[in-house]
Each structure stands twice: as structure tokens, then as C-alpha cells.
């Protein structure tokens, strides 16, 4: 997979700044409502799962304690170190590890049933995305799932950059078919219509 070239937010230091500066406005403080929803009522089979640009573990601990194999994977140290830290004060196994995602493959390729999307696509140059499509087609096994729940606010510059649903369909559509595509209902209030929930399928 050719690789993206080293743009500032494709650096640990940019995200790892962030995190020193005090809470990101990306990390909730729990488990995204719409990848909660998604767990509780959809009840999907467990199996191996790969959370991208993991954060403090919120999403990979909720999918742990429901039973999945999960990876976490973040630019900034600090980040994994609290998530580390998390998952041994409640003494959950999550496998959490400091990385670039896209150095991922070949390493990670083809071993995953699930992989969790939730502000990572956002957090990318639209100029990536593309990158970012493959990456997630190279790490699910055949019929992988990716599950995301994706930012789609239209405000401009960024991260976080905005997406249309349009756009989502478009980008992923090169390379899996889709499952599903609709509005997040339970946002948390900052992002009240912002957010859409999709599965999508590796072909």
C-alpha cells in the first residue's frame, strides 16, 4: 500500500499537542451513543476489532467488555497511556499500541472482523481519504466490516474535516458495498445532527 506523505497532522506531535493542551473535543469521555446503540441493539458476533485513532480507549474498552478482541491504535503517547491505563484499572484486555495507522500494513493485514471508525476519517486530509479507504480494506479479512460513525459537519477548514453523506458513499463505495448509511439519533448535544452512523462490507 503506498504510503501518505508526513503532513503536519500525520505527525504525533501535532495530535500529542492536543491532548497536553487539555481535553480534546473529540474524546466524549465514553463510548460513542452511536456505537453503543449498534452493540446493545444490533447484538453483531464478536470477533476481532481494530479501533483507528483510538483516543483515550472509550470505543475499544465498551467493545472489549462486550466480548470482542480489540486493538486500539493512536498517534499521541499520551493518549495510549491513558487508555493503557484504563483498561488495567478495570482490568479489561485491549491490546493498545502508539502507531501511525497507516504504517499498519503489512503487519495487520487481512486480521480483522471489524474495524471501528469514530473521528479518525475526520481527523485526516481529504486529500488522504483514499489512503485512508485502503488501509481499512487491507486490515478487515474477507466480508470484514468497517462501522463508523462519522463527523458530517460542514463547517470549513479542519480537522475536523466535514464530510456529506455523498461523500462517504463515494469514498468507500470504491472498495466495499454498503450496508448501511443513516443519521446518528442519540448524538451527544454537541454534535446533534452532525453525525451518521454506516456499515460498510469488504467485497
Not at 36 to 42: A, K, N, T
Not at 48 to 68: E, M, Q, T, W
Not at 74 to 80: E, G, L, T, V
Request: aromatic content about 12%; charged content about 15%; overall charge negative.
Amino acid at each position: 500500500m503506498n504510503q501518505p506523505t508526513a503532513a503536519d497532522d500525520l505527525k504525533p506531535e501535532f495530535w500529542e499537542q492536543r491532548y497536553q493542551a487539555g481535553t480534546p473535543r473529540w474524546d466524549l469521555g465514553q463510548a460513542s451513543p452511536a456505537l453503543v446503540d449498534w452493540l446493545d441493539h444490533s447484538l453483531p458476533p464478536t470477533g476481532k476489532a481494530i479501533v483507528l485513532g483510538c483516543g483515550r480507549g472509550h470505543d475499544a474498552l465498551y467493545l472489549a467488555k462486550a466480548g470482542f478482541e480489540v486493538w486500539g491504535v493512536d498517534y499521541a503517547p499520551s493518549a495510549i497511556a491513558a487508555a493503557t491505563a484504563k483498561a488495567q484499572q478495570q482490568q479489561i484486555a485491549v491490546h493498545f499500541v502508539q502507531r501511525n495507522i497507516f504504517d499498519l500494513v503489512p503487519a495487520f493485514s487481512h486480521q480483522f472482523d471489524y474495524v471501528i471508525e469514530h473521528t479518525c476519517f475526520c481527523a485526516i486530509d481529504p486529500g488522504l481519504r483514499s489512503h485512508y479507504v485502503e488501509l481499512v480494506y487491507q486490515l478487515l479479512k474477507p466480508q470484514g466490516q468497517l462501522i463508523g460513525v462519522f463527523f458530517t459537519h460542514s463547517r470549513p477548514g479542519g480537522p475536523p474535516y466535514g464530510a456529506t453523506v455523498a461523500d462517504i458513499r463515494a469514498c468507500f463505495g470504491q472498495r466495499f458495498t454498503l450496508s448501511l448509511i443513516e443519521p446518528v439519533a442519540h448524538s451527544v448535544p454537541a454534535r446533534q445532527g452532525e453525525e451518521h452512523f454506516g456499515i460498510f462490507v469488504r467485497d
